[in-house]
């Protein structure tokens, strides 16, 4: 075993700021720290409460989350998803592309919530609460007189005789997710999936969910159903980034008018959180009808913690260090103390992320004052007078270029498939991307059609090459191709765009579908182009909207300091994390004077892995080894040791990084960054 210094000097700084940004929590692999129970205890006995008398009663409530910003909104709720999910089944519901897609993008959300599987359990939560319900039986022979799935049916429409939409069509999908061959098709039918003809026929179901109404009524039935199990929690996150009104600010209202439908129609067993940063519910709530406002039934405050609980926080984050140590470290925080957070907050009260950032700083200095061959506790005086290194430009981009892979690296593990995202939050990333990028004139919705408005948009080139349209459509449905096909024509008749992209990777029919020859009409041998989307540029734009919904909702933390959102655009602009998109290069979206320097060049895993060990040694400033070989073979599974250790090597030789004692077994290297002069 090696000395509690040797430790600090060769790990990953555990306050590193990529192990706090918030998000959706079904995307978390489980916290790789533990929770302090006493953390906002009483808030979390406050929302049992509520949740038991729901499952009690069977009436919806709603809870208004509020907080500053870093008090921990994000973890607390997937705390409450952990703590309380053998209670009731958990859906994150993230921001909103379009206000008037409110009700099917709660239902997309809620569904996709529902797939996944809870901690302890081998199935997902919706098959959990299908295989509870008492109509779920076997019939002996009634099931082998009228069938299997018209004896499911049957049951079902049994037990639930009224107050069901569509009953027949609603538990026909159900009985189909029981089916393994078919429970990925249902399941995309219930998130609302434009689905072929072919599909619906195999669901015996006539349509898929198209409209707002319809997407509430299935919802309405799950919460019907959801009165004989468990209770349903919505949980609205990260609402900064929610599509904004005519006047320009969010868009709250939209929400609260779910709500309000929830609590005024009765739809049952819903425990409905709104968890939102102070100051943005405070500028927004005067927008909200006051009806719906009264609809609230318990809001809920996150204070700062005081100084014991922030102690707590800095000793769950050192002691996988300390456990390293061959001797047991002078105390629970070491290489910090308890002074330097008395100094720091001397009113006793912090916010948990403050807290976090002033651990990264310390431990920082710490790591590189043994290196300089100082003591690790360092004294009060130097604590508060060092400044943070991040400071320096040049560690602000490296720390960026590693959150940008860390986060990409957990968005290749969760999306698989194009179509997991709907036509318009595929829209809202291009645009995203796009405006970044300084592209002139982006604007949604192209089309006129009121339906498929929302897969297109245009932007200009250039005056002299005029305004392109680009539609983005991944609905399997041929007959919905169809008609966005005929509406494109017509965008074209118009003069509306002077030139056209189709991005899509669906099926385009066959010659005697008449979509098909739409298509083949407009983007063979045309000026118009037709772009097959990869999965890997699905990904960069994925990570960057997360991006945006930090930034926006002002938890976007690198190392020592919080990121706005103008500056993640400049810094998304700097360190060119966008060329490797194909999908951007297809739309020769690099090739025009749009206002970026980007190149196009591509970047392949031992050129990104390179770029990963050195911004990782920079950020640190000091890394053993096998810590850095570690990391990076996290980072990039499909390259071995020996690959890492070459790319270590030849940013040794380009003089970017060095080790500090090679003599030393390889084991025990530390590496550290050059400062160039």
């Not at 940063?277 to 405050?301: F, K, M, P, S, Y």
């Not at 990869?534 to 997360?546: G, K």
Request: charged share 25%.
């Amino acid at each position: 075993m090696a000395s509690i210094e040797q430790i600090v000097q060769r790990a990953v700084n555990p306050f590193d700021s990529t192990t706090f940004r918030p998000g959706n929590f079904w995307h978390e692999d489980g916290q790789t720290h533990g929770t302090i129970e006493s953390i906002h205890q009483d808030i979390v006995a406050d929302v049992e409460s509520i949740l038991n008398r729901v499952a009690s009663d069977g009436r919806s409530r709603t809870i208004l989350l509020s907080g500053d910003s870093g008090s921990g909104k994000s973890f607390l709720l997937s705390r409450l998803k952990k703590r309380l999910n053998p209670q009731a089944f958990f859906a994150y519901i993230g921001p909103w592309p379009e206000s008037d897609y409110i009700w099917r993008h709660t239902l997309r959300h809620t569904i996709d919530s529902l797939t996944y599987v809870p901690e302890g359990q081998r199935e997902s939560q919706l098959l959990l609460w299908l295989k509870s319900l008492s109509a779920f039986r076997e019939g002996g022979f009634l099931k082998r007189l009228i069938g299997e799935r018209h004896l499911f049916v049957h049951n079902f429409k049994s037990t639930y005789p009224t107050g069901i939409y569509n009953a027949n069509e609603f538990f026909s999908i159900l009985y189909y997710l029981t089916e393994p061959k078919r429970y990925s098709l249902a399941c995309d039918w219930l998130k609302g999936d434009d689905l072929d003809e072919e599909s619906l026929r195999a669901l015996h179901v006539s349509s898929s969910i198209d409209t707002e109404h319809k997407a509430q009524s299935i919802l309405a039935n799950f919460g019907r159903i959801a009165t004989a199990t468990q209770p349903i929690v919505l949980c609205f996150d990260n609402l900064d980034n929610v599509d904004r009104s005519d006047r320009g600010y969010i868009d709250l209202q939209a929400l609260f008018n779910v709500n309000s439908i929830v609590h005024n129609q009765k739809l049952r067993n819903f425990l409905v959180i709104v968890s939102i940063v102070t100051n943005t519910w405070n500028e927004n709530a005067r927008h909200v009808q006051g009806a719906d406002l009264a609809r609230i039934d318990t809001e809920l405050h996150l204070r700062p913690i005081d100084i014991d609980r922030a102690q707590q926080l800095w000793e769950i984050r050192l002691a996988p260090l300390h456990r390293q140590a061959d001797n047991p470290p002078p105390s629970p925080v070491y290489p910090l103390s308890r002074e330097a957070l008395e100094r720091k907050f001397p009113g006793d009260r912090a916010l948990p992320r403050s807290v976090l950032m002033l651990g990264r700083s310390l431990f920082q200095q710490a790591k590189v004052g043994v290196a300089n061959g100082k003591s690790p506790h360092l004294e009060i005086s130097e604590i508060t007078e060092v400044e943070p290194e991040i400071d320096r430009p040049t560690d602000k981009l490296a720390a960026f270029k590693l959150a940008w892979e860390t986060e990409l690296a957990k968005v290749r593990e969760k999306v698989h498939h194009i179509r997991q995202f709907s036509a318009p939050e595929l829209m809202q990333m291009l645009r995203q991307v796009l405006e970044v990028l300084g592209v002139t004139g982006v604007q949604p919705k192209l089309l006129e059609s009121p339906t498929y408005g929302r897969y297109s948009l245009s932007f200009y080139w250039s005056f002299k090459l005029g305004r392109v349209g680009v539609i983005w459509i991944e609905e399997p449905n041929l007959g919905s191709f169809c008609r966005v096909m005929k509406a494109a024509q017509e965008a074209l008749a118009k003069n509306t765009c002077q030139f056209l992209y189709l991005i899509r990777a669906e099926n385009l029919g066959v010659p005697r579908n008449q979509g098909y020859r739409r298509y083949k009409e407009l983007f063979v041998d045309s000026i118009h182009r037709h772009i097959i989307p990869d999965l890997e540029s699905l990904h960069i734009l994925e990570t960057y909207h997360r991006f945006v919904n930090s930034a926006k909702s002002e938890e976007f933390v690198l190392s020592d300091r919080l990121v706005d959102f103008e500056e993640l655009k400049e810094l998304t602009i700097r360190s060119e994390v966008l060329q490797d998109c194909r999908l951007l290069q297809k739309l020769d979206v690099f090739s025009h004077d749009l206002g970026s320097l980007l190149n196009t060049e591509e970047h392949n895993t031992f050129d990104r892995a390179k770029e990963y060990i050195f911004a990782l040694v920079k950020t640190q400033q000091l890394i053993g080894q096998t810590v850095l070989v570690e990391s990076a073979k996290a980072q990039f599974p499909e390259l071995k040791k020996r690959d890492i250790n070459k790319v270590i090597s030849t940013l040794c030789k380009e003089n970017c990084i060095a080790i500090l004692n090679p003599d030393s077994n390889p084991e025990e290297h530390l590496i550290s960054y050059i400062i160039s002069s």
